[in-house]
């Protein structure tokens, strides 16, 4: 199993920016188990992470010749635009990221949910033996 903040993948994609003209910005991009971090060009910036908790998915993958353009999709339905080279398949790997993470996130979910039902069947079972226990013990 992979453990949290592992690197999946470092390297170039572009993502277009929220101004008026949407120009495509060059980003350093980090992929680890749980989130993608977009590095500017410029030093000593700090990064942007999105946090694979807040995206439930990739969308509107389209190849053209040169570049391969993606969305991610934000829980506040927030659309980020990304591009890469065709050959580079940063969409395919913040994909299987992403449906890692979910994954994980479902398995610890079902095991919460199972550990809190044994325990709140233990917990009922104890509530019933409790006035049989004091019922015995009153008789004698």
Known sequence: MRSSGEV????ELEKRSDS??????KKRGVLTTDRLKLFPTGL???PKELRFHSIPKVDCVERTGKYVYFTIVTT????????CAGGSHWNAS??????DFQNRRALQDFRSLRER???????????EQEPEEAGATGQS
């Open 8 to 11: 999946l993948r470092e390297g």
């Open 20 to 25: 008026l003209f949407q120009v495509w910005k």
């Open 44 to 46: 000593g910036a700090r």
């Open 76 to 83: 506040d339905h927030k659309e980020i635009d990304f591009r």
């Open 94 to 99: 913040i994909t299987l990221a992403l449906l």
């Open 117 to 127: 039902t044994a325990a709140a069947a233990a917990a009922a079972a104890a509530a």
